[in-house]
């Protein structure tokens, strides 16, 4: 199989927010997937939240840091928070010729909610943008 032609960037298979992102030996727990819309009776608040991301790099993507930021901004572009880290991957032995190096980046953290609103969890790699993760946060719906 060839290598990517985009070999200049690693590449974003997924990446979605969940209750709970655990990995652990290539592959990853996720507890209540998929969350595009939070239920916050008041705001300011704020609520415990995981992320799930798989990375695959080329051969010579690999054995070198890749910087990852995530940043959760609301409608206006204003920044709520930021978390950064690297990503490291290694080549994997006996892999074959042209496969990608898959790494699984998964973090859980506090996330502010200060209004109610639409927000966007961006993800960068390399200082390029990868994806947009939408989210809102809304009253619950009323009973009865």
Known sequence: MPAREDAQM?????????????????????IAGA???????QVPSGRNV?????????RNECGRPHRIEIIVQDTDGKQITKIGGTLEPAL???????????????????????AYGVYSIEILLN?????????RVVQPPAEG
């Open 92 to 114: 994997v032995k006996d892999q074959p010729i042209g496969w990608d190096t898959g790494v699984l980046f998964a973090v859980n953290f506090g996330l502010p909610l200060p």
């Open 127 to 135: 200082d390029s943008s990868v994806k947009s993760i939408n989210l």
């Open 10 to 30: 690693p590449n974003l298979d997924f990446a979605f927010l969940c209750d709970h992102a655990r990995g652990e030996e290539g592959i990853f727990h996720a």
């Open 50 to 58: 995981g992320l799930v991301a798989r990375f695959t790099f080329t």
């Open 35 to 41: 969350i595009d819309t939070v239920y916050a009776p």
